[in-house]
């Protein structure tokens, strides 16, 4: 006699997180990308951040954890969502990289801190002829270890992830 509740709980546990609960899968999702975002401040990031040419102590980003607080998430029966920086004008900057100009106020900016700290990097920032600096990207990304946990979790690695700014944060070297 074949055992059929036996083979039907077998199969059920065979079965992804994602099909059994998928609530609860993207929860999990969530957290792990939550936890991973927070890491990356911790730590410098994955290997992907930029030392800054005029940081102090290796911690810029954590400086006023405006960032670093901003992080929040959602989710649903078929999605996680990690999002961060809103109403942080720099948020976008630190993801995808780009240009500042070097405006009247900047300038102003410079000059104090020149006088308050007397440190020539501030004195040749407020002096510059330079129209604009150019940032270098310091993105949020996954590890492999996140992604492997996020496709184990789904039963799949068939999954797009970006940020809220529309850049991929699948880790280097995986294609989807």
């Given amino acids: 006699m074949t055992d ?9 546990d065979a079965l992804p997180e994602s099909v059994k609960n998928p609530a609860a899968a993207w929860q999990k999702i969530a957290a ?17 951040w930029m030392m800054a040419k ?24 078929n999605y996680a969502q990690l999002n961060w920086g809103f109403g ?7 993801q995808v990289g780009g240009s500042i100009p070097v405006t009247a106020k900047s300038r102003k900016f410079f000059w104090a801190q020149w006088f ?3 440190d020539e990097f501030w004195k040749k920032m407020a002096l510059t002829k330079k129209g604009s600096f150019s940032v270098p990207a310091r993105p949020i990304v996954l ?10 979790t789904l039963g799949t690695r068939d999954f797009k992830i970006t940020t809220n700014f ?8 995986i294609t989807n």
Wanted: no cysteine; net charge positive.
């Fill in 4 to 12: 059929t509740l036996g083979i039907e709980k077998t199969v059920k």
């Fill in 32 to 48: 792990r990308m939550l936890y991973s975002y927070r890491q990356q401040f911790l730590t410098g990031g994955y290997g992907h």
């Fill in 54 to 77: 005029h940081q102090t102590g290796g911690k810029l980003m954590m400086k006023s954890m405006a960032l670093y607080e901003s992080a929040t998430t959602a989710t649903g029966d």
């Fill in 88 to 94: 942080l004008p720099s948020a976008r900057m630190h």
């Fill in 116 to 118: 308050q700290t007397r």
């Fill in 143 to 152: 590890t492999e270890e996140d992604y492997d946990f996020i496709a184990n």
């Fill in 166 to 173: 529309g850049a991929s944060i699948i880790p280097r070297g």
